[in-house]
């Protein structure tokens, strides 16, 4: 098999299943339980912790913390409800047009409960400015913009963004959804200028069912987000449910193991994106390589003219490789593409479009497979 679905999710890595059977098997106490075993269980949640705020550039010890969640979909629902539910007066929340559908669909959610969502063109795989420095009233309570974009790769300039708005709107809670980029492109939570910013293990081959929102001290301070799940109130009071020590322990391991092979990976992801999108150019000029102006090294977009998205990710299946026609968090219901239309797609366009997404992992050897079998793909289906 050729796994080309890296954004969808990735293989869990050796250190990552250890940890898990680990913590599943020998360190299996509550970690809420004041006992000997419940506080080993912990300890090794708060190292966890500290290990994502590190790699986040932020120093364990300090107000800023780590919320440990069930996903990046529910990390993403408690920046966006939990910051306009902490408000006590109703205002605007502002997203991109082609959010994750867990932005998307929370903002949604955030309009019924009374909040004006506008949504800022991401044309071409560029954020309109423009249009972000119009949207910035006096009655903004939340800015939320993702890093990369799941769909296109494109890497968005959320530090411009994030500065327009502190300038323009100081008490605005600024949110960066960073499961596509983190680990993927170099960022911190400072270079960022977030408050609070979305993680996700799964996509950096740790398991899946464990997220993290990052939340600055100051939002925490001002009371500026509140609990979207209540219990028992763990996790400082934000999220409610004993904490899945397996899980969140597996995550620390995929980080660590991910930091070390940081910089080999990414080059080996950019390498095979270039090396396709060049190959392609000579021997098949018809499909387009959907490519914003800065990109991710792990994404790839392209427009197969003639043949639906579906069809292409069948018939490529059927050779054994695995691509997308899109998020796999959207992918059931097939609506057209949120995502490819902000960039500029048709509905033909976009109907046409799959997504190729890389790790380390992958080689040059599987590009030329795909390639190969894309080419056939081509050719017998377009006979259909």
């Known amino acids: ?14 250190e990552t299943v250890a940890a898990v059977n680990h913590y599943l098997t020998d360190v299996w106490a509550n970690p809420s339980s ?20 590190s790699s986040l550039g932020v120093r364990f010890g300090s107000r800023s913390t780590v919320v440990f969640t069930g996903s990046g979909t529910e990390a993403n629902n408690l920046a966006i409800l939990g910051t306009c539910r902490a408000k006590a007066r109703r205002g605007r929340v502002i997203i991109t047009e082609g959010e994750h559908s867990s932005v998307e669909n929370a903002a949604r959610r955030a309009e019924e409960e009374g909040h004006e969502v506008v949504r800022i063109p991401t044309r071409g795989g560029r954020l309109d400015m423009d249009a972000l420095a119009k949207a910035l009233t006096p009655n903004t309570v939340l800015l939320s ?9 494109a890497r968005y300039d959320v530090e411009g963004a994030f500065k327009i ?32 910013i979305t993680v996700s293990a799964h996509k950096i081959h740790g398991p899946k069912g464990v997220g993290a929102l990052f939340i600055k001290d100051d939002i ?9 799940i209540y219990g028992g109130g763990h996790e400082g009071g ?17 980080l660590k193991a991910s930091g070390e092979n940081f910089a080999a990976s990414m080059k080996r992801c950019s390498d095979i994106r270039e090396h396709i999108i060049n190959t392609l150019k000579v021997q098949c000029p018809d499909v387009k390589a959907n490519i914003p102006p800065v990109a991710a090294p792990h994404i790839l977009s392209l427009t197969v003219p ?7 990710l069948n018939y490529l299946s059927s050779r054994g490789i695995c691509v997308s026609s899109g998020s796999a968090c959207s ?28 790790s380390g992992e992958n080689t040059i050897a599987e590009a030329d497979e795909f390639i190969a079998a894309l080419k056939d793909g081509i050719k017998n289906l377009c006979k259909i």
């Open 165 to 196: 708005a502190k300038e323009t709107v100081p008490g605005a809670v600024l949110h960066c959804d960073a499961v596509q980029g983190y680990m993927k492109v170099p960022f911190t939570a400072a270079s960022l200028g977030a408050d609070l």
């Open 145 to 153: 913009l993702m890093l990369v974009n799941n769909e296109t790769g």
């Open 238 to 254: 934000l999220r409610s449910g004993t904490e899945n020590v397996p899980a969140i322990l597996g995550f620390a391991a995929a």
């Open 1 to 14: 098999m050729i796994y080309f679905d890296n954004a969808a999710t990735t293989k869990p890595c050796p």
């Open 306 to 312: 003639g043949i639906k998205s579906e069809t292409m």
């Open 331 to 358: 992918s059931h219901g097939k609506p057209q593409s949120r995502a490819l239309a902000a960039f500029g797609l048709s509905a033909a366009a976009a109907d046409t479009t799959i997504r190729l997404s890389f």
């Open 34 to 53: 004041l006992h000997s075993a419940g506080i080993e269980a912990r300890r090794a949640v708060e190292d966890a912790r500290r290990a994502i705020l």
């Open 220 to 228: 925490i301070r001002a009371k500026k987000i509140s609990p979207i």
